[in-house]
T-cell receptor, first 108, second 114 residues
Framework: DAKTTQPNSMESNEEEPVHLPCNHS???????IHWYRQLPSQGPEYVIH???SNVNNRMASLAIAEDRKSSTLILHRATLRDAAVYYC?????????FGKGTLLTVNP | NAGVTQTPKFQVLKTGQSMTLQCAQD?????MSWYRQDPGMGLRLIHY???????DQGEVPNGYNVSRSTTEDFPLRLLSAAPSQTSVYFC?????????????FGPGTRLTVL
């Protein structure tokens, strides 16, 4: 079960938008793309998920490529509290398969 | 709702000892799972369950046992602890019915095996 591919780290300034990319070239038609984040010393926290269409919620937006082989998590205005490891995950047969994620640093 | 709770928060064991990590959820979720997270790594699935009486192995099941006698509880047993099992353990739950459901994670148990 192939995992997704994300940059190891990214940096942003406070109150600026952040675009976190993810490649998932082996995704199948029924796999959902989920994003979770993990703050230091805490369990992962759900952010957003999608199948084919772009999705918005109170935390973020998810843009999914037309061929579904990549997606981008968009934080519209980063805050210091958004500093975390962000995981892009294919959910298949209920299971989440985590990679190493992207460590997002937010500068004041 | 308390969500997903885990006990203990911290535990130190000696090699060869056995213990049970507790996980409970009060959201009536059918799906529950256990993950371990080693330093600098993502989470890896140990075991999971899609309902009471049903369990299955994940990516790294060796050295761990689970059972699911009720919807609420999903304990993880270490049979004979080894230093390689030093890790942070997370329990998670979600409704079944599709891959679109979010998982809710507990706060974790930090285990050290000497």
């Amino acid at each position: 079960d192939a995992k997704t591919t994300q940059p190891n780290s990214m940096e942003s300034n406070e109150e600026e938008p952040v675009h976190l990319p993810c490649n998932h070239s082996t995704i199948s038609g029924t796999d959902y793309i989920h994003w979770y984040r993990q703050l230091p010393s805490q369990g992962p926290e759900y952010v957003i998920h999608g199948l084919t269409s772009n999705v918005n919620n109170r935390m973020a937006s998810l843009a999914i490529a037309e061929d579904r082989k990549s997606s981008t998590l968009i934080l519209h205005r980063a805050t210091l509290r958004d500093a975390a490891v962000y995981y892009c995950i294919k959910r298949s047969n209920y299971k989440l398969t985590f990679g190493k994620g992207t460590l997002l640093t937010v500068n004041p | 709702n308390a969500g997903v709770t885990q006990t203990p928060k911290f535990q130190v064991l000696k090699t060869g000892q056995s213990m049970t990590l507790q996980c409970a959820q009060d959201m009536n979720h059918e799906y529950m799972s256990w993950y371990r997270q080693d330093p600098g790594m993502g989470l890896r699935l140990i075991h999971y369950s899609v309902g009471a009486g049903i369990t299955d192995q994940g990516e790294v099941p060796n050295g761990y046992n689970v059972s699911r006698s009720t919807t609420e509880d999903f304990p993880l047993r270490l049979l004979s602890a080894a230093p390689s099992q030093t890790s942070v353990y997370f329990c998670a739950s979600s409704p079944t019915g599709g891959n679109y459901n979010e998982q809710f994670f507990g706060p974790g148990t930090r285990l050290t095996v000497l």
